[in-house]
């Protein structure tokens, strides 16, 4: 879902502006994007209630990202026994011009795959922001 659809509050937003500026220290020129999905009744059917969605475009394609356009998936769990919603993982997908060139998941194994993966300090950057960005949504 939409993470512009996901800020009803003020705390909600504040950590959503907080994930922004994590993102952004990778990049200082990415623009964030809180309404990747368009709002149409197709895209609708497919997009996940339970998840917050954010996207990112570089000026470019950029080297070290093996990307000009990013997604970001960050996976919530309703637990019964609370009222709030927790973050149990997210999802990251590097694209190109002409397709998908990567994928990164924190849950499981937290590995990188792709065809074109981007450069070795930035995926253990992404790696340490995926932990930070899960803990300020948890707290």
């Known amino acids: 879902m939409n993470a512009a659809e ?7 937003a504040s950590k959503l502006g907080a994930i922004v500026h ?19 009744p197709h895209t609708r059917n497919w ?3 339970d998840s917050i969605d954010i996207g990112f475009h570089l000026p470019g394609w950029s ?12 996976r919530l769990y309703c637990d019964p026994d609370s009222p709030q919603r927790r973050a149990i993982g997210l999802d990251i997908v590097g694209f190109s011009y002409m397709s998908e060139q ?13 065809k074109n993966l981007p450069s070795e300090d930035l995926q253990n950057q992404l790696r340490t922001i995926s932990h930070e960005i899960i803990a300020v949504l948890n707290t």
């Not at 996901?6 to 909600?12: G, N, S």
């Not at 994590?22 to 149409?40: I, M, T, V």
């Not at 080297?63 to 960050?74: F, G, H, Y």
């Not at 994928?103 to 795959?113: E, K």
């Open 6 to 12: 996901q800020a009803v509050t003020v705390q909600m």
């Open 22 to 40: 994590l993102f952004k220290q990778c990049n200082p020129d990415l623009r964030a994007d809180l309404h990747p999905w368009a709002d149409d």
């Open 47 to 49: 997009v996940d209630p």
């Open 63 to 74: 080297r070290r990202w093996q990307a000009r356009s990013l997604l970001l998936q960050i």
């Open 102 to 114: 990567w994928r990164f998941s924190s849950i499981g194994q937290g590995v990188f795959s792709g």
